[in-house]
């Protein structure tokens, strides 16, 4: 038996950025990982560091949690600040970038509303007759596995212990391993992703999404580019969808995405899928098409109702004290990492968080009687 302040399980980027935080919290720590470290839902992420306004709470987390990686990136392998670009297909659209330049304006975020000659000096490769677009330029990329591994080799460095073993239980202050070892901790943190086992019930859902690579075309893209509709796609809850999302990537590749399908448990690649998410990224960047692929990666994304994460004490879906969640981030679990350890650490140790924690509590979602 082994005692620690606090027991971190799953060593994804989620789970090894709390490692560190709570190693540089002065607490004593531990994480355990039953396969290898990032190389699950971590591995199947794009990498983009985003500020998102899909509710004021999503738009508070993200804005913070960019912050956080925006101080770190002197630390960071391959991160870049790339920025994003958002493009408007019509009025309607260039309506939602003037409203959305407001919103990031009063949360202190920079933007530029560009029409549609500024959009084409921006991005040359997109297609004629676009509206405009915005220009967030803080927006970043990274390679995700990388920034796992940096987290949670610092974690270690700083006194975190890993566990190379599955977690067959996890509750009232004890996690029993498959190798028969105990660990016991007043805290333990769930950073399992889409894995639920260990508390059943959770408020999330499996949602697959796809990846498509691109052999090397340096200077093709600038910026992460992203289609306004992408957050109707986002929206979808009950019907497979895509929609156009690129990513230059430091070494020349393309990363182009986006899919979403909820009740797909299948971790193979969806071919049919993956050819309207491509048929999507041709519409606006037609040029994408005389590009190889190099390869196609699927994953699962941990969806919660509201669209919001499960971050702190995992009181109202459990009577056990002990657990704590950060979980249920979807799409924006890279972008939330480092921003969301922090406030997980800042309330393990009782300091106040850099922003409310109220919206991200699993007490939300409190069960009836």
């Not at 989620?14 to 607490?27: D, V």
């Not at 408020?203 to 999404?209: D, E, L, M, Q, T």
């Amino acid at each position: 038996m082994t005692s620690f302040d606090v027991v971190i399980i799953g060593a994804g980027i989620m789970g090894s950025a709390c490692a560190r935080e709570c190693a540089l919290a002065g607490l004593r720590t531990a994480i355990v990982e039953a396969a290898v470290p990032g190389a699950a839902t971590t591995a199947a992420g794009m990498g983009h560091v985003v500020a998102m306004d899909d509710s004021p709470a999503q738009l508070a987390l993200t804005a913070y949690a960019r912050a956080v990686w925006q101080s770190q990136a002197a630390l960071l392998p391959e991160y870049e600040s790339r920025g994003t670009a958002w493009v408007a297909a019509d009025e309607e659209e260039m309506g939602e970038v003037r409203a959305r330049h407001v919103r990031y304006g009063a949360a202190g975020i920079e933007s530029q509303v560009l029409d549609a000659e500024a959009l084409a000096r921006v991005e040359p490769n997109l297609r004629e007759g676009l509206a405009g677009g915005l220009l967030v330029p803080g927006d970043g990329i990274c390679n995700p596995p990388a920034a796992a591994a940096f987290y949670l080799a610092d974690a270690q460095r700083r006194g975190a212990e890993l566990f190379s073993s599955r977690a067959l239980s996890a509750a009232h202050g004890a996690v029993v391993l498959a190798d028969g070892r105990r660990l016991e901790a007043a805290r333990i943190v769930l950073a399992t992703g889409v894995d639920c086992d260990l508390l059943p019930g959770m408020p999330i859902r499996k949602r697959k999404g796809h990846l498509v690579i691109t052999k090397a075309r340096p200077g093709f893209v600038r910026h992460q580019v992203v289609e306004l509709g992408y957050l109707k796609s986002a929206h979808q809850v009950t019907a497979d969808s895509v929609a156009f999302n690129v990513q230059p990537r430091p070494n020349g590749q393309i990363f182009i995405g986006a899919s979403r399908q909820y009740d797909n448990d299948d971790p193979a690649v969806d071919s049919p899928i993956v050819e309207q998410m491509l048929e999507r990224a041709y519409s606006y960047m037609p040029g994408l098409a005389e590009i190889e692929t190099d390869c196609v990666r699927a994953g699962f994304r941990a969806a919660t109702p509201d669209k919001l994460p499960l971050i702190g004490p995992a009181l109202g879906l459990t009577d056990d004290r002990s657990l704590w969640l950060a979980a249920g981030f979807e799409g924006l679990g890279i972008t939330c990492a480092p921003g969301a350890a922090r406030l997980l650490a800042d309330a393990l140790v009782g300091r106040e968080t850099a922003i409310e924690l109220g919206p991200y509590l699993p007490l939300r979602f409190k069960r009836e009687a």
